[in-house]
């Protein structure tokens, strides 16, 4: 598989239930042994097994939308522990598994798949024109 967007968040994104700017966004490392994402038919953070999710972050910073790429802060994921993560999945956080819409799944990045050791865990946006994906 390659990065790619779920056909419910695309769906989600023209429906304008997903808003970049204005949802509580964060990501969530997945343990693609335990469950893969299933792109053509997940759309919630409750398709994503409690099992395969190594660690969630806290909510995105500093969000900015700018000819079609969405931006933000790069994301620090603290004292990390648990199995090899080969993707994580960029999500709208409603505090409900079953209505945080899942937006974009990325397995195609410097450091995956990645093996935690209890530090903390960077992710780093492009800070080219790609950002961290475009619609």
């Known amino acids: 598989m390659a990065n790619s967007f779920y ?4 769906e989600n994104f023209l429906a304008g239930n997903l808003d970049w700017d204005a949802n509580d966004v964060r990501l969530v490392l997945i343990d693609e042994d335990d469950d893969a994402p299933v792109l053509a ?3 919630a953070l409750d398709d994503i097994l409690a099992g395969a ?14 000819d079609g790429h969405a931006d933000a802060d790069d994301v620090t994921l603290t004292t ?8 994580f999945t960029i999500y709208y ?14 397995d195609t990045a410097t450091g995956l798949p990645c093996t935690p050791n209890g530090g903390d865990i960077t992710i780093q946006w492009d800070d080219g024109t ?4 475009t619609l």
């Open 7 to 10: 056909s419910k968040g695309l």
């Open 41 to 43: 038919t997940d759309d």
């Open 53 to 66: 999710r190594v660690d969630t972050s806290g909510s995105f910073t500093t969000k900015a939308v700018t």
């Open 80 to 87: 990390v522990t648990g199995d090899e993560f080969e993707s």
């Open 93 to 106: 956080h409603t505090g409900t598994e079953s209505t945080s819409l899942l937006m974009v799944n990325i």
């Open 130 to 133: 790609d950002k961290i994906f």
